[in-house]
């Protein structure tokens, strides 16, 4: 079964610090791999998306993805966070095939930013 | 646009009484889809709705849950018998297409559903 995996499930950084999700995929033939947001109180909110093309995607809000194929992975990253970053973040994966339109979730990575 | 809303927001039960969860759609949107969010699950796919075409229920827990969606907008996401492990947020999302690998899913708020 498809499956999508994040590494880290609580993340603590200080304002102006780097930031790196990981997220692995499993394989499962062509997938469109999305991160979702979801801020105190706020409902999931697209950050960016990965279909084909440049495997670097730029999202919302100064994140950006890097899709390697090779390593299964789709880390998101933003070069300095700001305390309005504290939030939940999701990886999701579309797979192709039977059920393509079904997201698979990773459990979620907490981040807190310290101000 | 308005956005894809659920009602109510927040829903306490009693085991063993039945509940229904409702959804409205962005308006256009043909695919209507419902996850729950729940401690240490993180998010799972529950149903999916396409047009007129028969639902995808291959995510429904168990047979206590059920879904509708009537005249290919409002959804309906029935729990009968409840039990505490139904207690979870649910989401509804909605999307153009169907069937099709790039179609991005508009998530509502969600309704929180304790169940005592």
């Known amino acids: 079964a498809q499956s999508v995996s994040q590494h880290n499930h609580h993340v603590i950084l200080s304002e102006a610090a780097s930031l790196e999700l990981g997220c692995n995929y499993s394989?499962?033939?062509?997938?469109?791999l999305f991160w979702y947001v979801q801020y105190p109180g706020q409902h999931l909110q697209l950050l960016l998306k990965y279909f084909s093309g440049d495997p670097l995607v730029k999202g919302i809000k100064g994140f950006e993805a890097e899709f390697i194929k090779s390593k299964f992975s789709f880390n998101l990253r933003k070069p300095s966070v700001q305390w309005s970053d504290t939030a939940e973040y999701f990886c999701?994966?579309?797979?192709?095939?039977?059920?393509?339109?079904?997201?698979?979730f990773g459990k979620g990575t907490k981040l807190s930013v310290i101000p | 646009g308005a956005g894809v809303s659920q009602s109510p927001s927040n829903k306490v039960t009693e085991k063993g009484k039945d509940v229904e969860l409702r959804c409205d759609p962005i308006s256009g949107h043909t695919a209507l889809y419902w996850y729950r969010q729940s401690l240490g699950q993180g998010l799972e796919f529950l149903i999916y709705?396409?047009?007129?075409?028969?639902?995808?229920k291959s995510g429904l827990p168990s047979d206590r849950f059920s879904a509708e969606r009537t005249g290919g907008s409002v959804s309906t996401l029935t729990i009968q018998r409840t039990q505490q492990e139904d207690s979870a947020v649910y989401l509804c999302?909605?999307?153009?297409?169907?069937?099709?690998?790039?179609?991005?899913?508009?998530f509502g708020p969600g309704t929180r559903l304790t169940v005592l």
């Open positions: 999302a909605s999307s153009h297409r169907s069937g099709r690998l790039n179609n991005e899913q508009f």
């Open positions: 709705f396409q047009g007129n075409s028969a639902p995808d």
């Open positions: 394989y499962g033939g062509t997938v469109n």
């Open positions: 999701a994966g579309a797979y192709s095939g039977a059920g393509s339109y079904q997201l698979t």
